[in-house]
C-alpha cells in the first residue's frame, strides 16, 4: 500500500534556477497539502488543494512559488527563480474525505538546498 | 512545552520509562488535534487523533490527553522504547478545512 510519493527525495541548485517539486498522492484522496519545514519557522503549510482546486494559497511564500494539480493524483510546487533562503524540506501530505478522516499523510520530504 | 527557533525542547527518558510530552495551543474553537511523530530524514508519521468532544483516546502504548479548560495537550508513551526516539509535533484544527498548525515539537532522547 503505497504512501504518498515525493520526488526528487534531495535537490541541489544554483539560485536564479528553477525547481520542480513532486508529489503523488495516496490513491482515493482528495485533499492534498504542501507543508515547508524549516529549522526556525517549523513546518508551515504553503497550500492547500481539494478536488484539484486551490482552497487556500495564503502560505505561499510570494510569486516565486506556484503550486499545481494536473491531475487528482498528481502536484507539483514550482520555485522560479529560487533563492538560498528557500533552502527547507518541502513536504506534501494527503487526506481523503472518502476514507471518512481528516488525517493528513506526509511524504517522505524533498530537501531543497540553493546555492 | 514548545520553543521558537533552533533549540527544540527535549526530554529524555530511560528505556521501559513512560514518556509525556506536553503541547498548549492557540484557540480554543479548535476542535480536531493530531500528534505526529517524525524520525531523522522522514516525514511526520501519524501517531493519534482526538476530537475536542473527547478528553482521552488510547492507543497502542501511546494515549492523548485533551484539556480544553486550559488549552493543553499531551501525549503519553508507556513503556518507552528507542525506536520511539524522534521528533513529536501536535497540531491543532482551527479553520473552516483540514487546516492544521503545527507546534514547535519536542524532541524526545530514549537512553538504554
Known amino acids: 500500500d503505497a504512501g504518498v510519493i515525493q520526488s526528487p527525495r534531495h535537490e541541489v541548485t544554483e539560485m536564479g534556477q528553477e525547481v520542480t517539486l513532486r508529489c503523488k498522492l495516496i490513491s482515493g484522496h482528495n485533499s492534498l497539502f504542501w507543508y515547508r519545514q524549516t529549522m526556525m519557522r517549523g513546518l508551515e503549510l504553503l497550500i492547500y488543494?481539494?478536488?484539484?482546486?486551490?482552497?487556500?494559497d495564503s502560505g505561499m511564500p510570494e510569486d516565486r512559488f506556484s503550486a499545481k494539480m494536473p491531475n487528482a493524483s498528481f502536484s507539483t510546487l514550482k520555485i522560479q527563480p529560487s533563492e538560498p533562503r528557500d533552502s527547507a524540506v518541502y513536504f506534501c501530505?494527503?487526506?481523503?474525505?472518502?476514507?471518512?478522516?481528516?488525517?493528513?499523510?506526509f511524504g517522505p520530504g524533498t530537501r531543497l538546498t540553493v546555492l | 512545552g514548545e520553543s521558537v527557533g533552533l533549540h527544540l525542547p527535549t526530554l529524555s527518558v530511560q528505556e521501559g520509562d513512560n514518556s509525556i510530552i506536553n503541547c498548549a495551543y492557540s484557540?480554543?474553537?479548535?476542535?480536531?488535534f493530531i500528534w505526529y511523530k517524525q524520525e531523522s530524514g522522514k516525514g511526520p508519521q501519524f501517531i493519534i487523533d482526538?476530537?475536542?468532544?473527547?478528553d482521552k483516546r488510547q492507543g497502542q502504548r501511546v494515549t492523548v490527553l485533551l484539556n480544553k479548560t486550559v488549552k493543553h495537550l499531551s501525549l503519553q508513551i508507556a513503556a518507552t522504547q528507542p525506536g520511539d526516539s524522534a521528533v513529536y509535533f501536535c497540531?491543532?484544527?482551527?479553520?473552516?478545512?483540514?487546516?492544521?498548525?503545527f507546534g514547535a515539537g519536542t524532541r524526545l532522547a530514549v537512553h538504554p
Open positions: 488543494f481539494n478536488n484539484n482546486v486551490p482552497i487556500d
Open positions: 497540531a491543532e484544527r482551527s479553520g473552516g478545512y483540514n487546516k492544521l498548525i
Open positions: 484557540n480554543s474553537a479548535s476542535d480536531y
Open positions: 482526538i476530537r475536542s468532544n473527547m
Open positions: 501530505a494527503s487526506s481523503g474525505e472518502r476514507f471518512s478522516t481528516d488525517t493528513q499523510y
